[in-house]
């Protein structure tokens, strides 16, 4: 019902002759309709959007060596993002690779929610610092590999990450 005052109140802002008060309104409908639009899009959940999207803005992604198609569209659809590894195309990401990609910054404890990681996960050879989150415990299903190799950070390893049991490499 909001949804449809607010779409009235853009239709008519032409011939309100308070059109000032009605264009907040018509931006705002605006702002819904399109990040309705764009989440109906995503192969991924918003859980793993916010992961990834995380991982670029605390890592200085912008200054990534290869960034291709971060931060545009859909993680998992065809047109993926650089070195995130969807099988199948079913918005699960399985692997994460961004070895030697200048990564700078901190590790986001929001990579813990992509619980579906089987193959790896990688983030050696940068200028990473700070902790290792704990949350990243929660990537219990990795088989393959880990990395965090070759970078600086400090503190101990968190006891969360025993729970990493099924390693075979």
């Known amino acids: 019902n909001s949804h449809r005052a607010l779409q009235r109140q853009a239709i008519f802002q032409d011939l309100d002759p308070d059109a000032e008060k009605v264009a907040p309104a018509a931006r705002e409908l605006t702002k819904i309709v399109a990040s309705q639009q764009q989440r109906r899009k995503l192969l991924v959940s918003g859980e793993t959007y916010t992961a990834l999207s995380s991982l670029y803005s605390s890592t ?82 990795i088989t393959s590999w880990w990395s965090l190799s070759k970078n600086s950070l400090v503190g101990s390893i968190p006891s969360e990450l025993a729970a990493m049991t099924g390693m075979n490499q």
């Open 60 to 141: 200085a992604g912008v200054s990534w060596y290869t960034k291709t198609n971060w931060m545009s569209g859909d993680p998992c659809a065809t047109t993926s993002w650089y070195h995130v590894i969807c099988p199948n195309s079913n918005g699960v990401v399985k692997e994460l690779n961004l070895v030697g990609q200048n990564l700078s910054g901190s590790i986001p404890s929001e990579l813990g929610a992509l619980t579906e990681i089987t193959h790896g996960f990688s983030f050696a050879k940068h200028s990473l610092n700070g902790y290792i989150p704990s949350e990243l415990g929660g990537l219990s299903k």
